[in-house]
């Protein structure tokens, strides 16, 4: 980044909070371009919460498959959801 020029267009590929990190970096070093992110879905990576939530527990026992665990995490995200809890709580687990 050192030998880039301040006004020098910038293209960052993938919304991950990397691209973030490097366009933090970039506005950190003087850069003052225009920069455009290229997302192949084209969602910007979620902020964090606001404020710290308590983690909401999944129960995954032992030898539990990829599939199976991952239906037990969406549905302890649907019940945080009902309870008021943001889904967040449970993959801060």
């Given at each position: 980044m050192q030998d880039l020029a301040p006004d020098a267009p910038v293209r960052l590929v993938g919304p991950g909070?990397?691209?973030v990190d490097v366009l933090i970096s970039l506005r950190r070093h003087g850069h003052h371009g225009?920069?455009?992110g290229l997302?192949?879905?084209g969602w910007l990576p979620l902020s964090h919460l606001p404020r710290?939530?308590?983690p909401v527990s999944v129960?995954?026992?032992e030898g539990v498959g990829l599939p199976a665990a991952l239906r037990?995490?969406?549905e302890a995200a649907r019940t945080a959801l009902a309870h008021g809890q943001p889904w967040q709580a449970v993959l801060d687990a």
């Open positions: 909070l990397t691209a225009s920069v455009l997302l192949r879905q710290a939530v308590p129960d995954l026992p037990r995490i969406r």
